[in-house]
């Protein structure tokens, strides 16, 4: 954890106060850190991210099926995989600054892990999990619906991105616009992307993923963040 994020500072941020402070430190913890300070197998936050996974995505299914009576089986099942894919997790992330508070190794933190939107991710269904355990499945519900599904409008700007931000700019706006490969980092079992999208020279979002469609995916999401403060949408 940085200087200032403490476990205290988070469970005021998130508003619940754990019983078991073992499990929410196991769910910000990396398995980098454990190898590092040879803890036993088992206290990172792998098991607490399968768990939280599970969690959300019952909570999600119900919340759909109740709020989208008018939707198809498909069309619910489409919109629960864009509100709790890897980018949406990670954006409802960052806004707990929950990297700021995970312990990571040194490996990882020098290569930029606490900005990585594939472990900030993993976190977030980590810690649904650890509240799971803790309280069980109200206070879990709660936590979701707080973080997760609220700002419907906004987080449902990922519902198919990519064919949205094509619409939109080739459709209404009649110009053009590409994706670029910036770099790719990691080691080649473990590659995130980084790509942008820009429209006619102008850069409109950046993204970053463990495939370059994933990356794709975040930027466009964050192109049409930044179209809609102009207006265009």
């Given at each position: 954890?940085?200087?200032?994020?403490?476990?205290?500072?988070?469970?005021?941020?998130?508003?619940?106060?754990?019983?078991?402070?073992?499990?929410?430190?196991?769910?910000?913890?990396?398995?980098?850190?454990?190898?590092?300070?040879?803890?036993?197998?088992?206290?990172?936050?792998?098991?607490?991210?399968?768990?939280?996974?599970?969690?959300?995505?019952?909570?999600?299914?119900?919340?759909?099926?109740?709020?989208?009576?008018?939707?198809?089986?498909?069309?619910?099942?489409?919109?629960?995989?864009?509100?709790?894919?890897?980018?949406?997790?990670a954006f409802?992330?960052?806004?707990?600054?929950?990297?700021?508070?995970?312990?990571?190794?040194?490996?990882?933190?020098?290569?930029?892990?606490?900005?990585?939107?594939?472990?900030?991710?993993?976190?977030?269904?980590?810690?649904?999990?650890?509240?799971?355990?803790?309280?069980?499945?109200?206070?879990?519900?709660?936590?979701?619906?707080?973080?997760?599904?609220?700002?419907?409008?906004?987080?449902?700007?990922?519902?198919?991105?990519?064919?949205?931000l094509q619409?939109?700019?080739?459709?209404?706006?009649?110009?053009?616009?590409?994706?670029?490969?910036?770099?790719?980092?990691?080691?080649?079992?473990?590659?995130?992307?980084?790509?942008?999208?820009?429209?006619?020279?102008?850069?409109?979002?950046?993204?970053?993923?463990?495939?370059?469609?994933?990356?794709?995916?975040?930027?466009?999401?964050?192109?049409?963040?930044?179209?809609?403060?102009?207006?265009?949408?």
């Amino acid at each position: 954890m940085l200087d200032g994020y403490t476990m205290e500072t988070l469970e005021e941020r998130i508003g619940y106060h754990f019983r078991d402070h073992a499990l929410l430190k196991q769910a910000l913890t990396h398995s980098s850190f454990t190898n590092e300070q040879k803890i036993r197998k088992g206290k990172n936050y792998e098991r607490l991210e399968f768990l939280g996974d599970a969690v959300l995505e019952v909570v999600t299914s119900e919340f759909l099926y109740h709020e989208y009576e008018e939707m198809s089986e498909g069309e619910l099942t489409k919109m629960r995989a864009s509100m709790v894919c890897e980018p949406a997790l990670a954006f409802c992330a960052k806004d707990l600054e929950l990297g700021e508070f995970m312990l990571l190794g040194r490996g990882e933190e020098n290569t930029g892990g606490r900005r990585r939107d594939s472990l900030t991710s993993d976190v977030m269904e980590a810690l649904i999990g650890a509240v799971y355990l803790d309280g069980g499945m109200e206070p879990a519900r709660t936590f979701i619906n707080r973080f997760i599904l609220s700002d419907l409008e906004d987080k449902q700007l990922f519902y198919d991105s990519k064919s949205n931000l094509q619409e939109l700019i080739q459709g209404r706006l009649k110009k053009e616009f590409s994706y670029e490969l910036l770099s790719e980092s990691g080691p080649e079992h473990d590659k995130i992307f980084h790509v942008l999208v820009c429209m006619e020279g102008e850069t409109l979002g950046t993204g970053e993923g463990k495939t370059k469609k994933a990356a794709e995916q975040q930027a466009a999401y964050k192109a049409l963040l930044f179209l809609r403060e102009r207006e265009c949408i």
